[in-house]
């Protein structure tokens, strides 16, 4: 089971990321995926996931709006799109798969967790 996420950098405020999420074939296949985020000095927090089945997609009121999720199911990969960037994004950034139901809103629900990609917003 390996997840590996990777697109974080500096930015300006204003500015646009997009993150990727690697994941293998058996943690891709029929996942629901999500990205949370932690920025120092607090709890891990939703950002925003997408349905394997009809890749519905739920984002938190913070982000709603400015990120865009979506998945490459070929590629058995996930990708995020920040655009209007703000300081207050800045935090570690990880994907998660293995959702087993209840809130998207909890991490507690997802299985998997990639290692977390620095997204830096400067103002």
């Known amino acids: 089971v390996q997840l590996q996420a990777s697109g974080g950098g500096l930015v300006q405020a204003g500015g646009s990321l997009r993150l990727s999420c690697a994941a293998s074939?058996?943690?891709?296949?029929?996942?629901?995926m999500g990205w949370f985020r932690q920025a120092p000095g607090k709890e891990r927090e939703f950002v925003t996931a997408?349905?394997?089945?009809?890749?519905?997609?739920y984002s938190a009121d913070s982000v709603k709006g400015r990120v865009i999720i979506s998945r490459d199911n070929p590629e058995n990969t996930v990708h995020l799109q920040m655009n209007s960037l703000k300081p207050e994004d800045t935090a570690v950034y990880y994907c998660?798969?293995?959702?087993?139901?209840?809130?998207?809103?909890?991490?507690?629900?997802?299985?998997?967790w990639g290692q977390g990609t620095l997204v830096t917003v400067s103002s």
């Open positions: 998660a798969a293995g959702f087993r139901g209840g809130s998207y809103y909890d991490p507690n629900r997802y299985s998997y």
């Open positions: 074939e058996l943690t891709f296949s029929r996942s629901d």
């Open positions: 997408i349905r394997w089945i009809d890749r519905s997609t």
